[in-house]
């Protein structure tokens, strides 16, 4: 499914981007260009990171 359509960028790549180690929107723009043009997209992006950090939490070590 597209998300970013300024860049053409689909939700497969965005997840492969975030899987990689991008961390917020800003860092997702910087490897795809998505979230960089009109914005419309943040919300989805946001929520693909959401997704992302809640499927695998965090373990702290100590």
């Known amino acids: 499914m597209l998300v970013c359509s ?3 960028v ?9 899987e990689s180690g991008a961390r917020d929107t800003c860092e997702v723009g910087a490897v795809c260009a998505a979230g ?3 914005g419309g997209c ?3 992006i ?6 992302h ?6 373990v702290q070590s100590g």
Not at 10 to 18: A, H, P, Q, Y
Not at 46 to 51: A, K, P, S
């Open 53 to 58: 950090r809640r499927a695998r939490p965090v």
């Open 6 to 8: 300024c860049f053409a």
């Open 36 to 38: 960089t043009g009109c």
């Open 42 to 44: 943040l919300d989805e």
């Open 10 to 18: 689909n939700d497969r790549t965005l997840r492969g981007v975030i």
């Open 46 to 51: 946001e929520e693909l990171l959401t997704d």
